[in-house]
């Protein structure tokens, strides 16, 4: 069986990708991105909900990490341009997934982006993201309409989970960047040390075995 | 009345509202406010836990989480609307009137009280 890692947020798409491609056959290793302080600890309990939630209605179990992104963020914050905010946050965690995905023998990395929905996935932030990353991205809700992948959520249980009060993300700049260009992008992030963002990242994940969720 | 409206009076925040995912409170200054973030994180410390300082933010620790922006909003990350705002009259007791506070874009005028 193939085995992709899924990077599941607690909102609402993310579940409704992991279920389509279990539906599909492939094996899921969920990683969590935990943006705790510029979010609230409901975030990472909705995620973990959403995860056990898709091991019931799927019967496939889901091995899950959790990853440390606050320190990232506060370091992309304080050293790079505001407007670029959400591209260095994507990018960081395709890194950690392939990282991950190593570890766990995964062939991909699964996502539950959708053209235009947010400011980091209009097609130039897409590229750009695209571009940090080795294995293959799935993106299997990239065309689809926000009320059909609420269809699904509904259907399979996970809108409810989704949709329960979490704080956003706070440090989302007030403007970011739609159409960002890839050398802007890493011109900035030479202002950081990404490999040792990277390993204290890794360093600080831990793991969650099916049963223990 | 909740002690914290007695202390708001002249306070430098004038609005509560829930965030819209009503996962927090949202104090809003009475005037436009530009905070010196590592100043605050200076003051702060004395009384508050340091979670951390984005540069264009510091979150705190003390009744509850706070995330303190350079615009002088504060997000209050608990549901409780009198945690929220004595969470909010306890920043504003300590910041007000100190050098954190730059300008007071409004009048123009930098803190001038001397620290509580």
């Given at each position: 069986m193939s085995k992709l890692v899924c990077l599941v947020?607690?909102?609402?798409d993310s579940p409704v990708a992991a279920y389509m491609m279990i539906r599909r056959g492939v094996e899921i290793v969920a990683v969590h991105m935990d943006n705790r302080p510029f979010t609230d600890d409901k975030n990472l309990e909705k995620a973990l909900h959403l995860v056990r939630h898709l091991q019931k209605v799927t019967g496939s179990p889901i091995r899950t990490y959790v990853v440390p992104h606050g320190p990232n963020h506060v370091t992309f914050a304080r050293n790079c341009n505001r407007h670029l905010h959400c591209l260095f946050c994507r990018r960081m965690m395709f890194r950690v997934a392939e990282r991950i995905a190593e570890r766990e023998g995964a062939v991909g990395i699964l996502t539950g982006e959708s053209m235009?929905?947010?400011?980091?996935?209009t097609v130039q932030n897409l590229t750009v993201v695209t571009r940090v990353a080795k294995l293959p991205l799935i993106r299997p809700?990239?065309?689809?309409?926000k009320q059909d992948i609420i269809g699904i959520a509904r259907k399979i249980g996970t809108y409810e989970i989704s949709t329960l009060p979490g704080l956003c993300?706070?440090?989302?700049?007030k403007q970011p960047s739609t159409a960002a260009k890839l050398t802007d992008v890493t011109n900035e992030e030479e202002r950081v040390d990404i490999s040792a963002l990277v390993e204290k990242s890794l360093e600080g994940m831990y793991v969650l075995a099916p049963e223990a969720l | 009345m909740p002690s914290w409206k007695n202390r708001w009076k002249g306070c430098m925040y004038l609005l509560l509202k829930p965030c819209k995912t009503t996962a927090a409170i949202e104090a809003i200054p009475r005037n436009r406010l530009v905070l010196d973030l590592d100043r605050c994180e200076e003051i702060l410390k004395i009384s508050c836990t340091i979670v951390a300082n984005a540069g264009i933010m510091l979150i705190v620790s003390d009744r509850c989480e706070v995330s303190i922006h350079k615009d002088g909003r504060l997000i209050l990350k608990t549901n409780d609307t009198d945690l929220a705002g004595d969470q909010a009259g306890r920043i504003a007791g300590w910041l007000?009137?100190?050098?954190?506070?730059?300008?007071?874009?409004?009048?123009?005028?930098?803190g001038q009280r001397s620290r509580r």
């Open positions: 947020s607690g909102g609402i235009g929905q947010v400011a980091s996935q809700l990239i065309g689809m309409d993300c706070t440090i989302v700049p | 007000e009137g100190t050098e954190a506070i730059q300008k007071d874009r409004s009048s123009g005028k930098a």
